[in-house]
């Protein structure tokens, strides 16, 4: 990952917007055979080529009405369709936003995020964010890496995903994070309870992920495009009968960081996360829909349980891990129930 962001969203969105709108973009026969994200650059100058390329990832690129999502295509002689969204100007104010602490020094710090908490500002989480409580928390001594949208920010959980993130207080840091999410050497394990039970019980999902042709709000496993997205899995209980359990716990270990990717990963295996609005199609039975209502889950049932690295500046190793919070804590209690 060239900008380890991950977890929510875009995960490769530049900080160099450029103009917004429409941009329509001929090549001809004799600019046609290399890579199509360099073509396209040549032609766009106040755009850059990682611009470009996430751009492709959202599906805003398109030509003769086919939205192009893959980085490695090849250009074409014919007209392209470059859509260039409007950014946020503003920038993120501190906000006195309580934070659970796990851990903190001069150079990072560890916290326990909660549902509903986007990672940064976007369009729809102007505040209230985990960059808002951090400009509060550390003041000045956040790293500027992330520039003004996302200062600090090194990764990313989903807005309703819960679970343990770090941040970076000192652009060392920040560095030494991102050099460690790149070359995937993190500990990072998430819990999940899910609508019925993966087949096979535990395992390896290795897919590419990318914007999805049909919607472009959802992530989705491509035959084509996208970016390589790998999931170990293991289902640690099952709940119901056990022929055919309507609930389980899956414990899964990121190799990679997409977007969506164990939501988009699970599903995929017949198996979403319970109340996961984006990805879980089809209702579970009527008792794991009762236990749900009882705990009141309103989001999908993920959180980001563990998070192991080597301390980037000092080269200590840190291991953090949280409990279950209290709506999935207290779902699982009901689903244990069933069996």
């Given at each position: 990952?060239?900008d380890p962001?991950?977890?929510d969203?875009?995960?490769?969105?530049?900080?160099?917007?450029?103009?917004?709108?429409?941009?329509?973009?001929?090549?001809?026969?004799n600019?046609?055979?290399g890579?199509?994200?360099?073509?396209?650059?040549?032609?766009?100058?106040?755009?850059?080529?990682?611009?470009?390329?996430?751009?492709?990832?959202q599906?805003?690129?398109?030509?003769?009405?086919?939205?192009l999502?893959?980085l490695?295509?090849?250009?074409?002689?014919?007209?392209?369709?470059?859509?260039?969204?409007?950014?946020?100007?503003?920038?993120?104010?501190?906000?006195?936003?309580?934070?659970?602490?796990l851990?903190?020094?001069?150079h990072?710090?560890?916290?326990?995020k909660?549902?509903?908490?986007?990672?940064?500002?976007?369009?729809g989480?102007?505040s209230?964010?985990?960059?808002?409580?951090?400009l509060?928390?550390c003041g000045?001594?956040?790293?500027?890496?992330g520039?003004?949208?996302?200062?600090?920010?090194?990764?990313?959980?989903?807005?309703?995903?819960t679970?343990v993130?770090?941040?970076?207080?000192s652009?060392?840091a920040?560095?030494?994070?991102?050099?460690?999410?790149?070359?995937?050497?993190?500990?990072?394990?998430?819990?999940?309870?899910?609508?019925?039970?993966?087949?096979?019980?535990?395992g390896?999902?290795?897919?590419?992920?990318?914007?999805?042709?049909?919607?472009?709000?959802?992530?989705?496993?491509?035959?084509?495009?996208?970016?390589?997205?790998?999931?170990?899995?293991r289902?640690?209980?099952?709940?119901?009968?056990?022929a055919?359990?309507?609930?389980?716990?899956?414990a899964?270990?990121?190799?990679?960081?997409?977007?969506?990717?164990?939501?988009?990963?699970?599903?995929?295996?017949?198996a979403?996360?319970?109340?996961?609005p984006?990805y879980?199609s089809?209702?579970?039975?009527?008792?794991?829909r009762?236990?749900?209502?009882?705990?009141?889950?309103a989001?999908?049932?993920?959180?980001?349980?563990?998070?192991?690295?080597?301390h980037?500046?000092t080269?200590?190793?840190?291991?953090?891990e949280?409990?279950?919070?209290?709506?999935?804590?207290?779902?699982?209690?009901?689903l244990a129930?069933?069996?």
């Amino acid at each position: 990952m060239t900008d380890p962001i991950a977890e929510d969203i875009d995960d490769d969105i530049p900080l160099d917007p450029g103009p917004a709108g429409i941009r329509i973009v001929e090549l001809s026969a004799n600019e046609a055979g290399g890579r199509l994200d360099k073509a396209l650059t040549a032609k766009l100058p106040e755009l850059s080529r990682a611009r470009l390329q996430a751009l492709m990832g959202q599906g805003r690129v398109s030509r003769d009405g086919i939205v192009l999502n893959d980085l490695s295509a090849k250009a074409l002689a014919a007209s392209y369709r470059i859509e260039i969204p409007a950014v946020i100007a503003a920038e993120p104010q501190p906000e006195d936003i309580p934070l659970s602490v796990l851990f903190e020094d001069q150079h990072i710090i560890v916290v326990d995020k909660p549902a509903g908490m986007a990672a940064h500002p976007a369009p729809g989480s102007e505040s209230g964010t985990l960059v808002n409580a951090l400009l509060r928390h550390c003041g000045d001594s956040l790293s500027g890496i992330g520039g003004v949208a996302r200062p600090g920010i090194v990764h990313r959980l989903d807005k309703d995903t819960t679970g343990v993130m770090v941040a970076a207080k000192s652009d060392a840091a920040h560095r030494g994070l991102a050099k460690l999410f790149e070359a995937h050497d993190i500990e990072r394990v998430y819990v999940a309870l899910t609508r019925g039970a993966p087949n096979p019980a535990a395992g390896k999902i290795e897919t590419r992920i990318g914007r999805s042709h049909a919607d472009r709000k959802k992530m989705a496993v491509l035959k084509t495009g996208g970016r390589e997205a790998i999931t170990h899995y293991r289902t640690a209980r099952t709940f119901g009968p056990e022929a055919r359990p309507v609930a389980a716990r899956v414990a899964c270990t990121l190799e990679t960081g997409r977007t969506h990717q164990i939501r988009v990963h699970l599903a995929s295996k017949g198996a979403p996360c319970l109340g996961d609005p984006l990805y879980g199609s089809g209702q579970p039975v009527l008792a794991v829909r009762q236990a749900m209502a009882a705990a009141g889950l309103a989001r999908q049932a993920l959180h980001a349980a563990v998070l192991g690295f080597v301390h980037p500046i000092t080269g200590r190793a840190l291991r953090f891990e949280t409990s279950l919070p209290a709506d999935m804590a207290s779902l699982e209690a009901g689903l244990a129930e069933l069996t």
